[in-house]
């Protein structure tokens, strides 16, 4: 590669409307460039990148067996709704109709199309089968934001096992669990496994490997004194046991004009949050439903998804909840509800001497004893936890880190087998039906985190295993004919070594080709000068420390192999 013939279009300046470091860098080093709200076209240098990102999964999927596919990624929508998906995806599924009609999808996951093929598996002596692909996949992401991070068209790497019995998932489970620790130690990501829930693909036994950084949009609970760590939407924490006082034979009505919040009923009537039951009023698919939560702890929506199993949960509008309970937000309560069902978190369960809203307009309950006064149907954990609440593991003291998701993994079990009739025979001839698991990596979001993670002032500072190149041969005079020969004979001895190297041979300042060196991250320079030439030597860089050092011109092949092998 010669510089000079490359399209690296480097910008000075950082774009106005880029928020996150890896957004603005990639846009700046000239790997990226936007087509529209979440669709990006990857220049040289970023195909360079994505190419080598997937050069390392491709390699650790196939050290445990992994054999790659490639599907539609247009597909029947009957195929989505015979596995139940088809309405829950929403509004973030692309759908379009063929000419003749048809419904078809833009593939958002592949799921369903895996398990259709996995329909010719027909013998428990073909499992476990590890099959993946590395595909395109669309997701109508309302908010794009932060470059590659969260956009509408990306590629994934998404694996499939199949084995004969819940035994042979977990094995599988953890091979993939330790091919994609591997893949992240590789790609130089911080990646830290989390628990987390399994969403709208089902299963269980679910965790994100998150990375670490400001860019991220999702919260990791973790404890620094031992390994416990979950996504917020999965997270739980241990509460201090509370002793309450008992209190009166019945609950006792409080007038409370102007209350509407539950800072104004601490504030006016000096009832702590954590003394008030929070009355949230969800339409849970279709049904008007009562959530219980201590006053001072938010709803976890996730969690509550999970807890119901419900395909959609909305807040109740102000109309519906007065038409139910006969009284508008701020005043809201359970007790002596029959009529709806009721769901109550966890740290609800039997407090007494507690207060809530007595469902009339300006007035509360006091003295209400959850087990005596409220008919809770439902007792789950829907509550977000807190920074600084106790690990339940060790008793530490929780942080709260924000992280982006770069790699997902979880067990479906037989959910997608079941509903599309997929079964082979067993050892004694009878069928059986086979248990999956899922295994995901965003290639382009990987790209992004790594950036997130491998960066200065100066610009990209990309590991050698994924950087566009691994040298740059920078020659500072074009116009010095003994300059021009002895760069071009390194780089021809460099590429010759096997060295992935570009030549920067433009009629350019040397401030200029410093300043993109630095900016695209390409981890070795070596400069060739006529100074230095004169006495025989080069000088050669390193991008990520900054060192310096002058070394014969013919031994400069080998030195760099060196520092590339370490």
């Keep these: 590669m010669r510089w000079s013939q490359l399209h690296i279009p480097t910008l000075r300046e950082d774009p106005a409307d880029a928020d996150a470091a890896s957004h603005r860098l990639l846009l700046r080093a000239g790997f990226i460039r936007q087509l529209m709200a979440g669709h990006y076209s990857l220049l040289p240098l970023g195909v360079r990148v994505r190419a080598k990102v997937i050069a390392v999964i491709q390699s650790s999927a196939g050290c445990i067996g992994g054999q790659e596919f490639l599907l539609p990624s247009m597909q029947p929508a009957e195929l989505w709704e015979k596995s139940g998906r088809l309405s829950v995806m929403g509004e973030e599924m692309f759908r379009l109709r063929d000419r003749k009609g048809a419904e078809v999808v833009l593939g958002m996951t592949h799921e369903e199309v895996f398990t259709t093929l996995a329909g010719e598996l027909s ?116 509460l201090a046991p509370v002793a309450d006082e008992p209190g009166p034979a019945a609950p006792q009505q409080l007038a409370t004009p102007g209350v509407r919040t539950i800072e104004d009923l601490d504030k006016l009537h000096g009832v702590t949050a954590d003394r008030q039951i929070k009355t949230l009023v969800e339409v849970i698919d279709g049904k008007l439903t009562l959530v219980l939560l201590r006053g001072d702890h938010p709803l976890s929506d996730q969690k509550l998804l999970d807890a119901t199993g419900a395909a959609s949960i909305r807040p109740a509008q102000p109309e519906e909840i007065v038409a139910a309970l006969g009284a508008s937000p701020g005043s809201l309560g359970a007790v002596g509800v029959t009529g709806l069902p009721v769901i109550g978190d966890f740290a609800l369960r039997d407090r007494r001497s507690m207060t809530t809203g007595a469902n009339i307009d300006d007035v509360h309950l006091t003295g209400v004893d959850v087990a005596r006064d409220i008919s809770v149907g439902t007792w789950a954990d829907v509550r977000e936890v807190r920074a600084g609440e106790p690990c339940t593991r060790c008793g530490g003291s929780l942080e709260l880190i924000q992280a982006v998701e770069v790699g997902h993994i979880f067990k479906l079990g037989r959910k997608y087998t079941t509903v599309l009739g997929v079964s082979v025979l067993g050892p004694d001839g009878a069928a059986i039906t086979p248990v999956m698991g899922c295994y995901g990596i965003g290639v382009e979001r990987a790209m992004a985190a790594i950036a997130e993670t491998h960066h200065d002032d100066a610009g990209l500072t990309w590991p050698v295993q994924v950087a566009p190149a691994q040298a740059t041969v920078i020659l500072l005079s074009t116009r010095d004919e003994s300059a021009r020969a002895a760069a071009a004979t390194l780089y021809q001895d460099l590429l010759a070594a096997g060295v992935d190297v570009v030549l920067d041979d433009r009629e350019e300042r040397p401030g200029v080709k410093f300043k993109d060196a630095e900016l695209t991250g390409i981890p070795f320079r070596l400069t060739v000068g006529s100074r230095d030439l004169a006495d025989g030597l080069i000088e050669i860089t390193s991008r990520a420390s900054g060192e310096k050092e002058r070394v014969a011109v013919a031994a400069a092949v080998g030195h760099l192999r060196t520092l590339l092998a370490r």
């Design 123 to 238: 013998s428990y002596r073909e499992l476990p089968q590890f099959w993946y692909q590395i595909q395109v996949k669309f997701r109508d992401e309302p908010r794009p934001k932060s470059g590659l991070m969260r956009v509408r068209e990306f590629t994934m790497k998404d694996s499939y096992s199949f084995d004969l019995d819940d035994a042979g998932l977990d094995a599988s489970f953890e091979a993939h669990r330790g091919a994609y620790e591997r893949i992240f130690a590789r790609l130089g990501i911080p990646a830290i496994a989390v628990e987390a829930s399994s969403g709208n693909m089902g299963g269980s036994d679910s965790i994100e490997f998150m990375c670490p950084t400001p860019a991220g949009e999702d919260l990791v609970a973790r404890c620094p004194d031992c390994d416990y760590a979950a996504n917020l939407e999965k997270a739980t924490s241990a």
